[in-house]
């Protein structure tokens, strides 16, 4: 009898297994992979063979995706003028994937935010016009363009003064300003500048912009006030674009909204039709768009989404976005990796929602959990690199590039709109890290090995806390603005109330952060920027392992916050004028740990080695180099001293020094480091 039983068990077990196992295989076979091609696609095809794509994005939009499912786009095809809007979710085990398939080109699918411009006449002496309305082009800019490319080349939207007109970076300078809403220059052309947007430095770490409401002779009225540092814009600088009159140098282009036409300056003669591309605006609202959508605006989070292997480019506002709002719960487990996002006059990657209705009770801001944003190049964008609300997320191996430069800067400028300068001041950053009204957001990242270069604002901005920033590479960050950092931290409140703490700075290389003054009142006029900004209660931020050069201001800067800095190399930072030192601490409320293990090597007669406005804002140092071949007091404590003289004062230090040992000190931190 048992062994009976034991053979039915048998049996049993075996059916189980098989049934299981046809589950998995149906549920694998019932995955669809749907082709898309521009070229030779067709709507009426399956889409569900290389040899009968679909061909349109909006055709992509309106499939009803199940998890496992997979849109490939055909590599070396291009979509214009169209969003993916992606609406359906997947699993943890079977996301929906966006990607790319090969037909024999290894150029990455591109989704462009442009189209061909054609219609080309001459308007005046070098100036040609193309209307937008009428014939071959109505239609196809429903609001008009913010952005005019040459093939790959991004035009710059005419501008006065022009970039290379003077050593201030091409901003002219306020001479009264009799209103807050009224600025006079003696050097600005007597010509109406009616409609025209003036982008004034209102301070370091701003740039406003102004719509012209009338002009007088050398008088512009402002259709809101200016809202200048110290309630002045008197002696500030301020460029205007966005208008007729500013057309005087090749390539440059303005849009008229009023009447629908694109005005362009060219000594070359007329432009061939389709030669130049405009970006299309797509909306006639404020709300977050981006060439990729991760959701429907007012309606649920997606979820278990992969976007890979595209090219997006050219877009009005956004490269990748999630909309504005999501209803009851934030994004999570979306993977964007390996694509490129080049050209947007928004943000590169933007992952900023509000959640209402909260399933969790925690409305706000707020970018998601599980988010992975892997190896992408952003390349380009106006106004921000990579916003994110994100927590418990991954953002690595990515290369941000050339973000917020003065020279790309259309309409929007940095994306400071008509409010207060409150909501400016973070414009221009590479990746922003950044805390929502919930508290649940900004925190348990890990932002490791990326590559930012040439970086309006600051290059990593930090707002939440138990994030680590490791192994980056940050080069000339502080690009456009002052009074920032290659990694900057901002609390609130108090140490025992901020929200950012428990921050690991460890093994990043930072080097010639500009902190650009460009168009500062004479007072703001030095240069201005550090390479770690740890501000405004800031607190238990652990600095370890990183090379820091060249920053014009302070190597690194506690201010009011608190921490250790170990085993960091500093080398010929305050390389600006000001005083300034390799490492300094500012504020009452600061207090670091420890100090050990670093090299703090000065190059500049006003390059302090350490500073501090009292002694007891540290606690401990030891086992750190000391160096400045051009001065002895190189260390301040409330007042300027040698080494040796710290040494008494402080009683720390014992086993510090001031030049032995540099070499191999230097040496073998690179080492530690590489």
Known sequence: MPSRIAGKQQVYRTYIVLLFCMLCWGSAGSAATYYVSSAVGNDDNSGTAPDTPLQTIHAVNTLTLAPGDTVRFRNGDVWQEEMLKITHSGTSDSPITYGSYSQGSSVAPCISGSRPIVGWTEYAANIYMAELSTGVNAGNFPYGINQLFNGDRRLPMGRWP??????????STIDAAAATNQLTDNELPPVDWTGGITHIKGMRWYILNREIASSS???????????CWNSSCSGWGYFINNHLNTLDTEGEWFYDGSTSRVYLYSSL?????GALEGSVVMTDDDRSWGLVLLGQDLADHVHDVVIENLQLKNGYRHGIATPTNYRNYEPSNITIQNNTIKDVDGIGIN???WVYSALDGADGWRGGHNMHVLSNLIDGANHMGLNL?????TISHNTIQNIGLVANLNASGLGCGEGSRGSCTESGDGVRIKTGNSDDS?????FSNNVLHKIAYNGVDVFGHSNTLSANIITQACYTKGDCGGVRTYGSGSLSTTPVYDLILEHNFITDTIGNTDGALTTYDPLFGMGLYIDHYSRDVIATNNTIINATFHGILYQNSTGSIRENTLYNNASGTMYAGQVYFSGSDTLISDLEGNVLYGLQENAWTMGMSSQSQL???????????????????GSVMTFAGWQNMSGMDAQSSTNCGLASAVTNHLVRWS
């Open 619 to 637: 606690a401990a140092s030891e086992n750190n180099v000391f160096f400045n071949p051009y001065q002895a007091n190189h260390i301040y404590a």
């Open 162 to 171: 022009n970039i290379e007109a003077n050593d201030d970076g091409g901003y």
């Open 389 to 393: 609300y994100a927590k418990n997320s």
């Open 351 to 353: 992952l900023a929602a």
């Open 217 to 227: 002779g050398t008088t512009l009225h402002l259709t809101n006030a200016a809202e």
């Open 269 to 273: 003669g007329t432009p061939a039709n």
């Open 442 to 446: 900004g925190y348990g990242n890990v």
